[in-house]
């Protein structure tokens, strides 16, 4: 069973920055696309960033140009590197993966990032 594990959230003030980590037990290279969600009190939760095994990156427009998102291979890590960050960007974030070949869905189980005003 894969296991993915997030870190990097905590209390941050509007403006301020944080990287998220994504640690995978596997070799995430095997992972077609990996990706952040957030899900806010009351909200659903949305899709945030992407990144494709080759590198190809997706944005949801609410973060684009403040927040990158990379993987690095060799350390079967994710990060999500979040800048300029507003009160509306607090919410639970999420890591996934996506492995096509056995149709499997991952996700880890959450990291706090709140964004004071």
């Known amino acids: 069973q894969v296991q993915l594990v997030e870190s990097g959230g905590g209390l941050v003030q509007a403006g301020g920055s944080l990287r998220l980590s994504c640690a995978a037990s596997?070799?995430?290279?095997?992972?077609?696309?990996m990706g952040w969600y957030r899900q806010a009190p009351g909200k659903q939760r949305e899709l945030v960033a992407t990144?494709?095994?080759?590198?190809?990156?997706t944005y949801v427009d609410s973060v684009r140009g403040r927040f990158t998102v990379s993987r690095d291979n060799a350390k079967n890590t994710m990060y999500l590197q979040m800048n300029s960050l507003k009160p509306e960007d607090t919410a639970v974030y999420y890591c996934?993966?996506?492995?096509?070949?056995?149709?499997?869905?991952?996700w880890g189980q959450g990291t706090q990032v709140t964004v004071s005003s």
């Open positions: 996934n993966a996506e492995q096509l070949i056995t149709r499997s869905d991952y």
């Open positions: 596997k070799n995430i290279f095997s992972f077609n696309s």
């Open positions: 990144v494709t095994k080759v590198g190809s990156t």
